[in-house]
């Protein structure tokens, strides 16, 4: 059990094997989506780093893919998270699930694969 919310991204496939398909990129993020809320149950504010970002490359009229959103999402979904407590790492192949797992690892932070892994917040109580 923690006693303090942990800031927990969810980690998994966003753009990695989809071609640039829109659709396919709207499944992957409803995919990771799912995570969202037994992240939530157990105490814990669930993050998906591409939502934080998104809002970056788009502020530059780019799209969801090329070079303007390929050399800034990554870095722009990293910033936020550099403050995470643990990592949810889902199914699929994935560079930027990839690159965070990593971080976390460098960061001596635990990676967890099912989110039953998760240790359940204890709420505090109230005065």
């Known amino acids: 059990m ?7 991204p969810l980690a998994g496939p966003h753009r990695s094997g989809t071609d640039g398909d829109p659709q396919a990129m709207t499944a992957d993020l ?9 992240v939530f149950a157990a105490g814990h504010p ?5 939502r934080v970002a998104r809002p970056v490359p788009r502020s530059t009229g780019a799209g969801p893919n090329g070079p303007p959103t390929d050399r800034v999402l ?43 892994e998760i240790p359940r917040r204890v709420p505090q109580e109230t005065a």
């Open 46 to 50: 669930p993050v998906i780093g591409k």
């Open 30 to 38: 409803a995919r990771l989506e799912t995570a969202a809320w037994p």
């Open 2 to 8: 923690s006693d303090k919310p942990m800031l927990i």
């Open 74 to 116: 990554h870095p722009a979904a990293e910033r936020p998270l550099a403050h995470r407590d643990a990592v949810l790492r889902l199914p699929g192949d994935s560079t930027g699930a990839d690159q965070d797992v990593a971080t976390a690892h460098r960061r001596g932070l635990p990676v967890h694969h099912d989110v039953d």
